[in-house]
């Protein structure tokens, strides 16, 4: 969903698993095996069970699933507290990346339930039963929950995200207007998690090429920045075949922000540019 | 080897891609109208005979109109195609495909235009 103001909250919605056949076009190595199970602390009354990708570089063997029972009483409301209970209290090899608790960091991106948020953000009462937590799809995994983000920011330094101006720099800040500064609005609250990247089909068949809704959403922060003096660099960089135009609106990405912003509308203003700096 | 930012930048920005993006969307455009038409006109001519039809294809604006929707239709379905291709193939099979759409879809629009041609300038 798309936050229009900031007294609404981002809510996910809900999209069941594509039925395409599970382990489909996965490499044998990478077939996910059924792991062991970790049962509920007695006297646990409330117990919630959540199915988590296991994988260890470091031993053999194929990526499992491992199943934890967690006593909803001696827990937080967040899929996030679900997980340091878990690490805390049950297995400390669980591995998984968080750092601000608050939605505002983007380190705990995944696949909850089968879309991508953040496992900050999302209540354990939303979780079907059982809940299934997964790294983010279309990554390299490093352990468990931690995907190799490498690439993608790799490809967002290569936008150059940050201010290019020509102008000497003046003795205070360089000026906006209200109205200039809001065009930002709705792109600059992009806190990089890479859901909407991971979510992309366009990313998963062209990912080496296809700058991905993240990183594109990035580049139109800075397009639309009244401040900003390197459109015509910055175009030439995105008017590619690939890198741009691999976007087919299929909208993921705006279905799985976790901050309700737009990466598609961000995408289509680029091409608007384009259009418009053709003629 | 290579470092993750010499991967992400590969061969460099193309510079180019907007003409096919926009003829896609002008072309699609321009199919509306056209496809109403051809469609309107064949549930119009669904009872007639033969030389019914061949009389409303040899007025001006029906074969006019129909040389456009062809010119229209191969251009966006070859465009499309090579979209498709680019997306999923990624074997050395790509290149022969995407000329195989190019030439296809020429031939289909050449012999659509031709046979209309054939049929203005018939006795």
Redesign the interface.
């Known amino acids: 969903m798309i936050v229009e103001s900031s007294d609404q909250v981002a809510r996910f919605t809900l999209l069941k698993r594509f039925p395409v056949p599970r382990n489909f076009k996965v490499t044998p190595e990478s077939r996910i095996e059924k792991g062991r199970t970790w049962p509920a602390p007695p006297g646990a009354s409330r117990i919630k069970t959540f199915e988590v990708y296991r994988y260890d570089p470091e031993r053999d063997g194929n990526p499992r699933i491992d199943t934890f029972e967690v006593d909803l009483d001696d827990c937080g409301p967040m899929v996030l507290d679900a997980l340091i209970w878990i690490k805390n209290k049950v297995d400390s090899t669980l591995a998984f990346r968080r750092s601000c608790r608050e939605g505002v960091c983007g380190s705990c991106a995944m696949t909850l339930d089968g879309t991508n948020w953040l496992a900050c953000t999302r209540f354990i009462s939303d979780m079907s039963k059982p809940a299934t937590i997964y790294p983010l799809a279309n990554l390299p995994v490093i352990k468990d929950l931690v995907p190799d983000t490498?690439?993608l920011?790799?490809?967002y330094?290569?936008i150059e995200p940050w201010l290019h101006a020509t102008t000497p720099t003046p003795e205070k800040e360089r000026l906006q207007s209200p109205q200039e500064r809001s065009q930002v609005d709705g792109y600059y609250e992009c806190i990089l998690c890479f859901c909407c990247t991971s979510g992309c089909p366009?990313h998963w068949?062209?990912g080496?090429?296809f700058l991905g809704p993240a990183v594109l959403l990035q580049s139109w922060r800075w397009l639309a920045d009244s401040r900003d003096e390197a459109k015509e660099k910055r175009l030439?960089?995105?008017?590619?075949?690939?890198?741009?135009?691999?976007c087919?609106t299929i909208l993921n990405c705006t279905r799985t922000c976790p901050k309700g912003l737009n990466p598609g509308k961000a995408i289509a203003e680029i091409?608007k540019m384009?259009?418009e700096r053709?003629g | 080897m290579r470092s993750p930012l010499a991967r992400a930048e590969g061969l460099g920005s193309a510079k180019g891609g907007v003409k096919h993006w926009w003829a896609e969307r002008v072309s699609a455009v321009a199919l509306v109208p056209l496809t109403v038409w051809f469609l309107g006109s064949v549930i119009a001519h669904a009872g007639g005979d033969y030389d019914a039809v061949i009389t409303w294809l040899k007025t001006p604006l029906a074969s006019l109109a129909m040389i456009v929707l062809l010119l229209a239709l191969f251009h966006h379905t070859a465009l499309g195609l090579q979209v498709v291709i680019e997306d999923y193939v990624h074997s050395d099979a790509r290149f022969a495909a995407l000329i195989a759409v190019r030439l296809g879809c020429l031939a289909l629009a050449s012999a659509g235009i031709v046979a209309t041609l054939r049929i203005v300038f018939s006795p």
Do not use: C, G, I
């Open positions: 490498t690439h920011f790799a490809q330094e290569m366009s068949w062209n080496d090429r030439d960089t995105l008017e590619d075949p690939f890198r741009l135009y691999r087919h091409k384009v259009v053709e």
